[in-house]
């Protein structure tokens, strides 16, 4: 075989090598998913190949490099476990790359429905999202504004806001029915049981919420992938002229809440 033959033999396979493994310190980002056939020993998403930061612990919100990510910790914490809620249910069909993408998803559809303000806090494996205190008929329908958000005057702001201090200002509400709304964002990997339920009021102020208004960039940057899984918990509370506020359980399911509010989050809710 001629010298000039075989050099140009010998540099096409050497291309061909190199379109096929990545050089060492070119480690781009990783496709959101592993396929069954990709390697990922640590579990959290992200195929070793591309896995910068390789034996995360299982479950933990890692970014596109497979790093986890610890601004997490430094939210604010979601009383865990929560306490039970009046219902609650696992949505499926719920799409998105990141934490960003699906809690954004999930706003807009609140946004589209009436809900304005949102708090955010660190929950084992991922993100709580909360929806402001609003005041609904039995059968779930939000009262008309500015009546749906009790007294406008005593509207609470969510840096300030807690279920110590929404339920002070329920003490000179009118009586009736609030509700307010939880979306877990959590690993699967790490299964979470419902607590026991407040059993009067002041089991319900130990439940104390002191979210964040927005969620920090680099959580927003956490990968969904198929593990994460999104549960509503609705929290209904009942205000009886001279009593205190407390927990109570229309029988409405998360669907029926949903369909009352004109929700239209994808996935199942039944």
Not at 52 to 73: H, L, M, R, W
Request: charged share 20%; with cysteine; net charge negative.
């Amino acid at each position: 075989m001629p010298l000039r033959v075989l050099i140009i033999f010998i540099v096409s396979l050497l291309l061909a090598a190199c379109q096929s493994y990545p050089m060492l310190g070119s480690v781009g980002a990783a496709p959101v998913g592993v396929e069954p056939h990709i390697n990922d020993e640590d579990g959290d998403s992200v195929p070793d190949v591309y896995d910068q930061c390789p034996g995360t612990k299982v479950g933990a919100p890692v970014n596109k490099f497979g790093c986890e990510i610890e601004d997490i910790s430094s939210m604010p914490s979601f009383h865990w476990p929560p306490p039970q809620p009046s219902a609650y249910y696992r949505l499926s069909g719920i799409t998105g790359a990141t934490f960003g993408e699906v809690s954004n998803m999930l706003q807009d559809k609140l946004l589209d429905a009436g809900y304005s303000q949102f708090s955010f806090y660190s929950v084992p494996t991922g993100i709580a999202m909360v929806t402001e205190f609003e005041r609904i008929r039995k059968n779930g329908v939000p009262y008309p504004v500015p009546h749906r958000w009790s007294d406008p005057d005593k509207r609470l702001k969510l840096e300030e806001w807690s279920l110590q201090a929404y339920l002070n200002a329920l003490l000179t509400s009118n009586p009736g029915y609030y509700r307010s709304m939880v979306f877990l964002i959590t690993h699967e990997a790490h299964a979470f049981k419902l607590g026991d339920p407040p059993k009067d009021e002041n089991a319900v102020r130990s439940f104390k919420l002191d979210g964040a208004v927005n969620l920090p960039v680099l959580i927003q940057d956490a990968l969904f992938t198929k593990n994460h899984k999104v549960t509503v918990l609705v929290y209904e509370m009942k205000k009886v002229e001279g009593h205190e506020a407390m927990l109570t359980k229309l029988g409405l399911t998360v669907k029926d809440h949903f369909k009352a509010s004109k929700i239209d989050i994808g996935g199942n809710h039944d």
